[in-house]
Antibody
C-alpha cells in the first residue's frame, strides 16, 4: 500500500520560502507523476503542480513564478518550495500521486500539513 | 484554465436518500473527470475517475456519469459515513482544476 507523508515547518514568515518534503513509502516513486495540492482553511482545493519521476514538471500558472518542485528518486521523495509567501499562502498542503497514465486521478494522498504564514 | 462549477454548495439529505451532485466544466473535457470525497480534517479520497469508473475499494452505491461539460455523481442510498464534501476535478488539461465542493449534510 502506497503511503505519502508530508514534512516541513508549520510556520513560515511573510516573504520567506515555504519548503515541504513528501516521502513515499510502500512503492517506488518511479514511473509516476507526483503532485502538490493545497487547501486554504475552509476553502476548496488548488492544484500547485506536479513532477514526473524523471524530473519534468508542470506548475499552475497562478503560482509558477514562485514554485519549484524537485524529486530525489534515491530517497523516494519529492519536495515543494514556494517563495515570497504571504498570508494568502496559509493552507493545508497535500502531496498526492497523480496516476496520469492509467486514469488521470489523484489516487494516493498524504494526510496534509498545515502551513501558516505569519510573523 | 478550465473552470469547474458545482452549483450546489450544500445538499441536505437523510440516510437512505438518493443524492445527486452536479458539476459543469467551462469547456468540453471529454470524460476526463474525477470525483473525490473529503471528510473534515482528512485528505480527499478518489471515488470515481474517467467520469464513471469506480475506484478500487469504493462502495458501489457511488456512481458517476456524464461527458463533455456536464457530469453527475450519484449516491444511490446515503449512508451515515457518506456525509462529507464532494469535489469534482477535471483531468483534461493542465492546470488541473477542482469544483468548489458540495457538502452533503444531515437533514
Amino acid at each position: 500500500q502506497v503511503q505519502l507523508q508530508e514534512s516541513g515547518p508549520g510556520l513560515v514568515k511573510p516573504s520567506e520560502t515555504l519548503s515541504l518534503t513528501c516521502t513515499v513509502s510502500g512503492g517506488s516513486i518511479n514511473n509516476y507523476h507526483w503532485s502538490w495540492i493545497r487547501q486554504p482553511p475552509g476553502a476548496g482545493l488548488e492544484y500547485i503542480g506536479y513532477i514526473y519521476y524523471s524530473g519534468s514538471t508542470n506548475y499552475n500558472p497562478s503560482l509558477k513564478s514562485r514554485v519549484t518542485i524537485s524529486v530525489d528518486t534515491s530517497k523516494n521523495h519529492f519536495s515543494l518550495k514556494l517563495s515570497f509567501v504571504t498570508a494568502a499562502d496559509t493552507a493545508v498542503y497535500y502531496c498526492a500521486r497523480l496516476n496520469w497514465n492509467d486514469y488521470r486521478g489523484l489516487d494516493y494522498w498524504g494526510q496534509g500539513t498545515l502551513v501558516t504564514v505569519s510573523s | 484554465d478550465i473552470q469547474m462549477t458545482q452549483s450546489a454548495s450544500s445538499v441536505s439529505a437523510s440516510v437512505g436518500d438518493r443524492v445527486t451532485i452536479t458539476c459543469r466544466a467551462s469547456l468540453g473535457i471529454s470524460s476526463w473527470l474525477a470525483w473525490y470525497q473529503q471528510k473534515p480534517g482528512k485528505a480527499p479520497k478518489l471515488l470515481i475517475y474517467v467520469a464513471s469508473r469506480l475506484q478500487s475499494g469504493v462502495s458501489s452505491r457511488f456512481s458517476g456519469s456524464g461527458s463533455g461539460t456536464d457530469f453527475t455523481l450519484t449516491i444511490s442510498s446515503l449512508q451515515p459515513e457518506d456525509f462529507a464534501t464532494y469535489y469534482c476535478q477535471q483531468a483534461n488539461s493542465f492546470p488541473l482544476t477542482f469544483g468548489g465542493g458540495t457538502k452533503v449534510e444531515i437533514k
